[in-house]
């Protein structure tokens, strides 16, 4: 079965780094990135540098980045200025992903708008997107629960399904973004939208989990079950979402495409290529990372006999 992964640690991951991640640094690893055989990678955003300073060099990042044909570059948008932005950039991304949370209060929290605000906006964004030549999904932020509300009502998260897919959007993402999730949540809740609101294609749905409570892996297999193909993750699990108490990284690239390796799914990546990637991170941010593959290697990275059993 063919999966498709995507990365989003230039971008869910360097916008909580305290450090400025220099543009040559990103663009570097995003080059790195580029040859490994993910679909989509997330390499910047267009937010106020006011509020995610981390991610005011977007247009630099765009421009200095070298696209390998087949990788869909990504860049995350709030609003119709975001998308506006990236419009006017000399160096456009190929899509815009908006983003909107399900709970009202995180809405407001992160992106300093009223659900109804959001929603009204939409149109807008996706036909600023399209006639400037980009797709545009939708992000649904705190689908499975928010750090201020606790559990989503379902039928909430059906409401924004039915509006993303009414404004013409090229693909859905349901965001866990404080690891509120459960595996059996995650199927459950994800194939209701699917049963209601078919994939128009194998990479239409992507489910994206942080793995604050460790049950991210086991998301994606409970996503799988239910028909989902398109998983993000961020290499080395940095991560996290900087107006969301106690969030914490995304789950690791790696760590998730060594798990559908082994059990047989095609993810397209090269594992050792991106274990070679995630290694650089620790040094580019100035501290340890949670990812577990690249300190261990792959699980079938074999090790030599020990000399005393040797004869
Ligand atoms: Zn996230």
Known sequence: MRLYINDVAVRDGFQVEKAFVP???????????????????????FVSPKAVPALADAGEVLAGIGRVPGVVYVALVPNVRGVQNAAATAARPDEVNGVMSASETHNRANINRTHEQSLGELPTMVRVAHEAGMKITMSLSTTFGCPFEGRVKEDEVLRFVEAFLAAGVDGISLADTTGMANPRQVEELTARVLDRFPAKDDAFYTLHFHNTRGMGLANVLAGIEAGVRSFDGSIAGLGGCPFAPGATGNICTEDMVNMLQDMGYDTGVDLGALIAAARRVPAIVGHDTPGQVAKAGPSLELHPIPESLKE
Request: net charge positive; charged share 20%; glycine share 4%.
């Open 23 to 45: 543009t040559a640094t990103k663009v570097a690893l995003i080059d790195q990135l580029s040859r490994t055989g993910l679909h989509k990678i997330e390499v910047t955003s």
